[in-house]
C-alpha cells in the first residue's frame, strides 16, 4: 500500500512530504545519524558479529559453524539486488533540500541498517546466554535503527515514507533469516548429539 501510494502520489504519500517540510532542520547531528546507516558503518558492524558467531560456532564444535555467518552475509549481499530495481521503477524525488533527482524510495540506508545491524543480532542472539543480554541485543538494534530513521528524515535525506516502505521490506527479510537459522542450528545439534 506505501509502494502504491508513492507511486501514484496518493493522499498517504502527499501527507508524507508535508510531514517532511515540518521535520527537516538539517545538521550535523542528523547527518551522523544518518551515517549509521551507510555501507561504511553498517557492514563492519555486520562483519565482526559474523566472524565472532563463527568463532563461537566452531569453537563449539558445530558441524556447519559457517551456515549463519554465511547466510547473513549472503542477505546482504543480495539487498542491492532488490532495493536499487525497487528505486528505478518508483523515481520517487527526494525531499526539497535534496534537489533535483529520483530513486528515493525506498530508502537504501534504512535497509542497510536493518539488514545489517538486525542480521548482526540474529547471528549473536544464540551466543547471549541470558534473557536481559538478549532484550538488550535486540533493544539496542531498535534503537540504532530509529536513530537512523530519525537522522535520515531530520537531515531531509528521505521522506518519512521511503524509511517506512524499507522496514517493511527489510523486516520479513530478517524473519526469514531467523526462520533459515532456527532450522540449519536445529538439524546441526540433532546431527552432533548423534
Request: charged fraction near 15%; hydrophobic fraction near 55%.
Amino acid at each position: 500500500m506505501i509502494t502504491w501510494q508513492v507511486v501514484v502520489g496518493g493522499p498517504l504519500a502527499r501527507a508524507d512530504e508535508r510531514l517532511s517540510d515540518a521535520v527537516v532542520r538539517p545538521g550535523r547531528f542528523a547527518e551522523l545519524l544518518a551515517d549509521l546507516g551507510g555501507v561504511a558503518v553498517a557492514v563492519p558492524v555486520l562483519v565482526v558479529a559474523l566472524g565472532y558467531a563463527g568463532l563461537c560456532a566452531r569453537s563449539r564444535g558445530l558441524p556447519r559453524w559457517w551456515a549463519a555467518p554465511a547466510a547473513a552475509a549472503g542477505l546482504m549481499a543480495l539487498l542491492p539486488g532488490l532495493i536499487v530495481p525497487l528505486k528505478e521503477v518508483v523515481a520517487r524525488p527526494g525531499p526539497p533540500v535534496m534537489g533535483p533527482g529520483t530513486g528515493f524510495y525506498p530508502s537504501g540506508h534504512t535497509a542497510t541498517a536493518v539488514v545489517a545491524y538486525g542480521a548482526a543480532v540474529v547471528v549473536l542472539l544464540p551466543w547471549f546466554r541470558t534473557a536481559l543480554a538478549r532484550r538488550v541485543l535486540i533493544g539496542f538494534c531498535a534503537v540504532l535503527n530509529l536513530a537512523v530513521a530519525a537522522g535520515l528524515v531530520r537531515r531531509g535525506y528521505h521522506f518519512p515514507l521511503d524509511v517506512v516502505g524499507s522496514w517493511c521490506l527489510c523486516l520479513p527479510l530478517l524473519a526469514g533469516l531467523a526462520v533459515f537459522l532456527r532450522r540449519v542450528t536445529s538439524r546441526a545439534l540433532s546431527r552432533s548429539s548423534r
